[in-house]
């Protein structure tokens, strides 16, 4: 029998010639952090050595159109693991470090919430989180993980002798953290191999950001990359908006240092795809890789990602991520899509994937549409549209064009991305372009007034359960314990 036949979307799954019914997929939701699509091979880089991820690629699907619905951290890690936007969620902002994290108040910021480790450990699955959490009570597992290893913050400011929380306890982990999460993934894989698992191996890298990347790489990365000048990496004049990040900007040391921390993070792939081959279980897992979301290195004169500018942005650089899926029985290789999806579409499309799409799995109000027929080879009816909230900041984007709009206030934009893909000239405002102008607002606010709840809605005066920045005087809110 085909062994592509060998699952369905449900578990009940086809008889093997053995008559041995499968087990549900094995799932390795592999994460990186601030991380755009453009600079993996698979997405056309030719500057940076990403074989193994560019393998997932090349042996699966790769969306081509993917992106993040918030440009930090915290907000888009709620809305992987829950299909809810900021203003349903409440996590508007990133978590600083005396926010919920390890605090006495410390507390799991998505609690109230169906998640996607919740939901699959009540049906059979072993949950890991190995990496960055960043959503709140860092100390102890949560959301159904029983293995726990992972950061007492959000922000890594080094990979190496970096503090890390494992058994409960805090302690500093001298060697690199990409090499440290990766050990752990592979002693979790080992350990649930005869059972299905769910690993969200989540690395805090490549991470574009801060004073490490004007130090050099320390992984086996140093010397490829010591002379590279890195072309893909657009120079140019800064954005006005540019609000920091300016020592990293046009500068060569932080390129390259980026460059060795992405590159690590593809030999930890590399090392991931052999274990499972090594097990014999490479079959029987589904992973996916992803980012949490954007980043540019230059592009529209900017460094970093959406909350580096002032205004806050959301130019498509700091939104575009990379999604691969890969699973090797059922998702046939070399596919690219170029169906337009948000991150907000994950969990539904993976608990249908797994046959677990019951109403009761999923969060009411969801904005997330189910693409996994998409994974299967199929072509779906789908509205290409797109949205995105940073705070203040809320876009609409089609095939064809963006709508950016700043509450209450402004500044607003518009861009035809047929004719300036790069965003640079703003057509708000032009007699000529009114009716596309009207047409996207319109369907922006109808967007927002189904899905936000109004309890964290912040065009609506709702709260945020993180320290804002576009409002630094509104307080944090402490939802009750569900």
Known sequence: MNRILGFCLIFVPLLSDADEPRRPPNVI???????????????????????????????GIRFTRAYSSNAVCSPSRATWLTGL???????????????????????DTIAEFRSLPKVLSENGYTCGLVGKWHLGGNLTPQQGFSEWVTMPHGATSEFYDAEVIENGEVRIEPKSLTDLWTDRAVKFITDNQEQPFFLFLSYNGPYGLGPLLLNPPRNRHYNTYAEELFPSFPR?????????????FNNVVAIRRFAAELSGIDDSVGTVLETLLELGIDQDTLIVFCADQGWVGGQNGLWGMGDHTRPLTA????????????????????QTSDVMVGNYDFMPTLLSYLGLSKSENLNAKSPGRDFSEVLNGKTIRW???????????????????KYVHRHPDGPHELYDLETDPGEKVNLYGQSAQSELQKRLS??????????????YDLYRRGGSKTKLLSDPEKQPIVPAKP
Not at 390 to 400: A, C, D, G, L, Q
Not at 442 to 455: I, N, S
Request: aromatic residues 12%; contains cysteine; glycine residues 8%.
């Open 236 to 248: 140019g004049e800064k954005h006005p908006w540019l609000f920091n990040n300016h020592e990293y």
């Open 383 to 401: 509205q290409n549209l797109v949205f995105y909230e940073m705070e203040n900041v809320r876009s609409i984007r089609t095939s064809t064009a």
């Open 85 to 107: 936007l900021p203003s349903q969620h409440g996590v508007h902002c990133f978590l600083r470090k005396d926010e919920a994290q390890m605090d006495p108040g410390a507390y």
């Open 442 to 455: 319109e369907g922006l606010t109808a967007f927002f007034e189904l899905h936000a709840d109004p309890k």
């Open 315 to 334: 130019f498509d650089g700091m939104l575009h991520i990379p999604l691969i899926f890969r699973h090797t029985t059922r998702i046939r290789p070399g």
């Open 29 to 59: 939701l592999m994460m990186t952090d601030n991380h755009g699509a453009w600079t993996l091979g698979c997405y056309g880089n030719r500057d940076i050595q990403t074989p193994h991820i560019d393998r997932l690629a090349y042996e």
